[in-house]
């Protein structure tokens, strides 16, 4: 009779974890269908970067042909690339990716430029709710061994990733760049920043911080 009963309590505990999730199931979707609007979203307006580069370089009198004869693939920020196959995919482009988003935009605060002005607060606070919905999933992770492994290796992805968007700390191009007043920072100082930060929040939620080194293609 005890071990019927306990049976029972088991079979109860396992229809509650499935009707848990079943109940969770159309909430995560919505999620993961916002994501890749955003994903999208974001590969849309790097393209429009592209164009208005290449409209500035033309009225600069820098020829423009290298980019405009490439194809899109082949201009594309190395990060989206890279598919994203899984839930903690989702959770580690979030949490990483879209923080470098916040710093880029970041550079264009106060700039004058008065439509970019207007609008930027709004879009970083964008970001923040992204890099904030990463933070939870992978919380979420954590909680079971097999899910913080799942999430490390995500995050052992895309941190390398993130640390190369800043790009190459000698840039030859920072300096005209901060004296137009497109960036306030310098390519290594705006990713020390991103780093300090990163780490923490990474420590934080109890994974590992990835080697700074391995991975990497600027530096």
């Known amino acids: 009779m005890n071990i019927l009963k306990a049976d029972e309590k088991r079979l109860r505990q396992t229809v509650a974890t499935y009707e848990r999730r079943v109940e ?27 164009k208005r580069h290449e409209e500035f370089a033309q009225a600069l009198g820098r020829p423009a042909d290298d980019l405009i004869h490439k194809d899109p693939e082949d201009r594309m920020v190395d990060v989206f690339r890279h598919s994203m196959d899984t839930w903690e ?11 470098v988003g916040r710093y880029q935009l970041e550079e264009f605060e106060g700039c004058s430029y008065v439509p970019v002005r207007v609008v930027l607060p709004r879009v970083i606070e964008e970001e923040k709710g992204h890099v904030k919905f990463g933070e939870l999933k992978l919380g979420d992770l954590v909680n079971t061994p097999e899910g913080k492994q799942r999430g490390q290796t995500a995050i052992n992805k895309y941190y390398p990733m993130a640390l190369d968007m800043f790009g190459r700390s000698d840039s030859k191009r920072t300096e005209r760049f901060i004296y137009w007043g497109i960036k306030r920072r310098h390519n290594a100082r705006a990713r020390e ?6 780490d923490a929040a990474i420590a934080a939620l109890g994974y590992d911080v990835p080697d700074k080194t391995t991975g990497r293609k600027f530096f």
């Open 24 to 50: 969770n199931t159309p909430k995560q979707e919505q999620e993961l269908q916002k994501l890749t609007r955003d994903y999208d979203a974001i590969k849309d307006f790097y393209s429009s970067l592209l």
């Open 89 to 99: 995919d989702f959770g580690a482009f979030s949490f990483l990716i879209d923080r």
């Open 193 to 198: 920043d991103y780093i300090r930060e990163v």
